[in-house]
């Protein structure tokens, strides 16, 4: 199915295997110089304090697309509800919307509600 209303840009940088993320200063430069309308952000952890990652290196270029773009929404799967991860990419107040598919908890709600996060619970599919 053709997108035609849909624009890609790719940013330079590396692709960290573990993650699949891009990283690096080359793809955090170029970013700079745009716009986005919207940056899906993935995470491997969210707490009631924020949206973690497992590594620095992906720090960089995903808080840089999250200065340039009107809206945040981070997708996270229900396991990163229970996760745990090192580097704490930003607090609830950079984040738009949450994606997930199954209930947050009655804390992380709480905290979702007090800093204007919009939670959407994706249904599962049969």
Partial sequence: ??????????????VYRPSRALVGSAGTTEAAGLRAATFFLGAAAVDARGVYA????????KEALMDISDR????????????????????WDRIDVIVTDDDPGAELLETLHRNAVECLIAAPQP
């Fill in 1 to 14: 199915m053709e997108r035609s209303l849909v624009k890609a840009i790719v940013l330079g940088g590396e």
């Fill in 54 to 61: 497992s590594v620095d290196v992906e720090r960089g270029l």
């Fill in 72 to 91: 945040v929404v981070l997708v996270v799967d229900s396991s990163k509800l229970a996760a745990s991860a090192p580097v704490r990419l930003c607090g």
